[in-house]
């Protein structure tokens, strides 16, 4: 790996290879980094998607109930890691988009960054046939319930071995993507996005940005980008909006050096640490909040030796271990 990537990218524990459908219903994900969460209103739901074991880059779909994790029905979509994914609650599907293929491994495969989108509805992931952002890989997405539309901003690809960060932002209302032109937050990957249904507005905090982390805070209500706070520099945490507490959870990521295991409140326009047990440090972990059950779900991630496995949630005021899963030791890349 190139010392300048690592400095950005931080060893995503994966190799080139696309694991073969199993024989045997697995009985949970067992461990996983680079997926995307989000809660699915129509199942009730937290819903996995995607991202690598230790060894293999996945394609699968998995739903936790609070108490187990379970194979979802119907149709898979295309493996790959760091896909942007939401819970669209107008039309009540799930909207996932891009990703990549692997990070690292053979040549041919080492740059595929994907531009497809997907709906899910239950029955399955449907690819949707058209046009929109530009293939890219640790965008950050979330949806904007007063307008209706599913936010995308950001992320990164590769322009001859360089690493691309990207600025944009679009919006998908259903049926077709749109960019706005408009002025924000500099380009940036690994990013974390929600909404704020109390303020009305999408939050986006943090992200790689070239050199150390950024700590700001940036709303988007529909029409421009404003800086709203400073926290402490992350990228690559997981993220959730608390409803009822209203309050964004955020918790471990990279500080530019290491993972890190820290938990931080953004609420009332400030961000304060959490002190208290909780996850081991990682950083390529996800998280959604389950409104039906109001806590916070994380699941795996990565600290660059092992891969996780475990189910933590958060229930506005400590960490709770839900299942618990020996973490493997990740699969050295190959480049």
């Known amino acids: ?173 259903g049926r077709a993507w749109r960019r706005l032109e408009v002025r924000g937050p500099s380009p940036r990957n690994g990013a974390t996005m929600v909404y704020d249904s109390g303020r009305r507005r999408v939050l986006l905090v943090g992200g790689g940005v070239g050199g150390p982390p950024s700590g700001e805070t940036w709303e988007w209500d529909g029409s421009a980008w404003e800086r709203v706070a400073s926290g402490p520099g992350r990228f690559n945490s997981a993220g959730a909006f608390d409803v009822p507490r209203r309050t964004l959870v955020r918790f471990g990521g990279r500080d530019g050096r290491t993972a890190v295991a820290d938990t931080w409140l953004f609420r009332r326009g400030s961000w304060s640490p959490l002190a208290g047990p909780g996850p081991a440090a990682r950083n390529h972990s996800a998280a959604a909040f389950d409104a039906g059950r109001k806590r916070t779900v994380l699941f795996g991630g990565h600290d660059g030796t092992q891969v996780f496995g475990d189910t933590w949630e958060f229930d506005g005021a400590r960490w709770l271990l839900r299942a618990d899963r020996p973490p493997e030791a990740r699969v050295p890349n190959e480049h």
Not at 43 to 59: I, K, Y
Not at 80 to 88: E, I, K, S, V
Not at 89 to 111: C, I, S
Not at 116 to 123: H, P
């Open 1 to 173: 790996m190139r010392a300048g990537r690592g400095r950005a990218f931080a060893g995503l524990a994966l190799v080139a290879s696309v694991a073969p459908a199993a024989d045997a219903p697995a009985p949970d994900p067992g461990v996983r980094n680079a997926h995307a969460m989000f809660y699915d209103g129509g199942a009730r739901r937290v819903m996995l998607v995607a991202g690598a074991d230790a060894s293999s880059v996945r394609d699968d779909t998995w739903t936790w109930d609070g108490r187990r994790w379970e194979r979802a029905a119907g149709t898979d979509l295309a493996p790959r890691t760091f896909p942007a994914a939401t819970w669209d609650g107008a039309r009540r599907q799930g909207v996932l988009f891009g990703g990549r293929r692997v990070l690292f491994g053979r040549e041919g495969e080492r740059g595929t960054f994907l531009a497809d989108t997907w709906l899910r509805s239950g029955a399955g992931w449907q690819r949707v046939p058209v046009a929109g952002p530009t293939p890219r890989a640790e965008a950050a997405m979330a949806f904007d319930e007063r307008r209706r539309v599913a936010v995308l901003f950001g992320g990164y690809n590769d322009e001859g071995r360089r690493v691309n960060r990207l600025d944009d932002t679009w919006e998908w209302d």
